[in-house]
């Protein structure tokens, strides 16, 4: 049995002061509903992070279904951090592939500008281990990265204007977004200068504070996208449990199943969209992926490889750097960008019509990885 993409769609990410998550979530659902035209959603899945803890909103699945008239069919939410879009994306293919659903809605929406960033960011730890001493030593996300970025540039000949290097790729695919949450331009002397948030990363090297919504239906109906392989694989929760500093082995494994699932290797996919919750996170993600030998990611950014018009696109939404990070929407928002990729029209559409995409969609510091590959039928 083969899942198809019937439609996809995303409201604009950035400070939606107005917009409430339930206005965000129902708008991305509406839409893709009205775009999949005749398809009768079997089921809902949800990935969201924090609308329990920000928003005091749970029910999510439930609220689609009755606000969008779908019925009584089965709901349900789906957190694993910031792959929680991802995931929810995963299990709507999983449930298809069973003989459950014939089409299912996934929705994945986050509500965080309206918080102080303190409060976002206590919220964001607890995807962190909590009973360790790392937490008590006050570990934070950009702290993890921050370290693995000092680590590989002792091993590599990489250094702070590499890792900026990557936020202005980034940034420059955002400008030609018009979804994206940055669109003034930037240069690479305003990143490399950039107000420090853990040495060596500036501001411009970690994602921001985001609120958006994306969704896709999903069918065993034929379609112009199929998904060729959905996999996923877990990593160490904690930095004393990395056996190897530079390498996230759930974004290796999860990479790998997705391959030998799909028949294809690293070299076949066309263009890519990666969780570069950091800019040091993308720099690793192509490495374990494949595209790019190990501790070599930084020479093929330096060599502008990854540039929309590079070897080995990736991220030509602006990624999560630059499109934005709504937690439980990213993973979903990726399918966005690929599949309007594949269909020829996207922001930053590649000369040559892509046949093959690759998201790939991470939560916590490597404890959730979920990787799917799109092909063009």
Known sequence: MTVYVHSVSMTKFGNSENTSL?????TASREALDEARDIKIDAVFV????????VNQEILGAIVANDLGLGHIPTAKLEGACASGGIALRQGVLSILSGE?????????EKMKHAPTATVTQFINSAMDQTTNERYAGLTFPGFFGVVANRYFYETGANKSHLAKVALKNRENALHNPLAQFQKPATLEEIINARIITDPLGLFDCSPITDGAAAVVLSRKPSDIKILAS???????????????LSLPAIRISGQQA?????????????????????????????????????????????????VNGEKPVNTSGGLLSRGHPIGATGVAQFYQL?????????????KQPRLALAQNLGGTGSYSVVHILERV
Not at 47 to 54: D, F, I, T, V
Request: hydrophobic share 40%; glycine share 12%; net charge negative.
């Open 47 to 54: 990935g969201n992070y924090m609308g329990g803890s920000l």
């Open 22 to 26: 339930k206005d965000l979530m129902l």
């Open 101 to 109: 659903y014939e089409s299912v809605l996934v929705v994945g929406v």
């Open 259 to 307: 391959y030998e699932k799909a028949g294809v290797g690293p070299d076949d996919i066309d263009v890519v969209e990666i969780h570069d919750c950091f800019s040091m996170t993308e720099m690793l993600a192509i490495e374990e992926l494949g595209f790019f030998p190990k501790l070599e990611g930084w020479l093929a950014i330096e060599q502008g490889k990854t540039r």
């Open 231 to 245: 996999a996923q694989a877990s990593g160490p929760t904690m930095m004393q449990d990395a056996i190897d500093l």
């Open 339 to 351: 599949v309007h990729q594949l269909r020829g029209d996207a922001p930053n559409q590649l000369e």
